[in-house]
T-cell receptor, first 112, second 113 residues
Framework: GENVEQHPSTLSVQEGDSAVIKCTYS??????FPWYKQELGKGPQLIID?????GEKKDQRIAVTLNKTAKHFSLHITETQPEDSAVYFC???????????FGAGTRLTVKP | EAGVTQSPTHLIKTRGQQATLRCSPI?????VYWYQQALGLGLQFLLW???????NRGNFPPRFSGRQFPNYSSELNVNALELEDSALYLC????????????FGSGTRLTVV
């Protein structure tokens, strides 16, 4: 089955700096890669996703890149703000399979 | 459109008791997933229900069980509660399209004392 690894487990950056979180997956059949943000006391919220037919997707300060050959994908947050502080989870899902595997999460702290 | 709703928001139980958690998926979603999230840790997969049947189960003891109703809502039952069952229990739903993500509810915070 699919196995998703996420690094780093914790990340602390200064406000205005960029943050990068990386994930690798094992199942080459995976074709959908979402990223979730979880704020304290809340459920994870989808912030961006990418499908296997594209290599990069951007939404304002957030971007995700996908390298299918190397089986890794990354979340990039530019111009970080204190409200970006949260736990971020990556995930991978395989076509025709509802089973989505999550990374272990990254706790991002943006210091003002 | 209403999101995934979970009830209750908080639940306090005594060790050995039973807890029942409820989840209503987004309208049109047929799959419901349950996850356990202990404090500060990752998402541990519990159960997946689709079309009223259990499709997959995580590495949890049999005292964790559940069901899905004809309207696709679901409940999670935890019997013989133990202190380490204290966690945030998250429910998520998805449609039949495999290339879309899950939508999570806000969770039920279960505290076992």
């Amino acid at each position: 089955g699919e196995n998703v690894e996420q690094h780093p487990s914790t990340l602390s950056v200064q406000e205005g700096d960029s943050a990068v979180i990386k994930c690798t997956y094992s199942d080459s059949a995976s074709n959908y890669f979402p990223w979730y943000k979880q704020e304290l006391g809340k459920g994870p919220q989808l912030i961006i996703d990418i499908r296997s037919n594209v290599g990069e997707k951007k939404d304002q300060r957030i971007a995700v890149t996908l390298n299918k050959t190397a089986k890794h994908f990354s979340l990039h947050i530019t111009e970080t703000q204190p409200e970006d502080s949260a736990v971020y989870f990556c995930a991978a899902r395989t076509y025709n399979n509802n089973d989505m595997r999550f990374g272990a999460g990254t706790r991002l702290t943006v210091k003002p | 459109e209403a999101g995934v709703t979970q009830s209750p928001t908080h639940l306090i139980k005594t060790r050995g008791q039973q807890a029942t958690l409820r989840c209503s998926p987004i309208s049109g979603h047929t799959s419901v997933y349950w996850y356990q999230q202990a404090l500060g840790l990752g998402l541990q997969f519990l159960l997946w229900y689709d079309e009223g049947e259990e499709r997959n189960r995580g590495n949890f003891p049999p005292r964790f069980s559940g069901r899905q109703f004809p309207n696709y809502s679901s409940e999670l039952n935890v019997n013989a509660l133990e202190l380490e069952d204290s966690a945030l229990y998250l429910c998520a739903s998805s449609g039949r399209e495999a290339n879309y993500g899950y939508t999570f509810g806000s969770g039920t915070r279960l505290t076992v004392v």
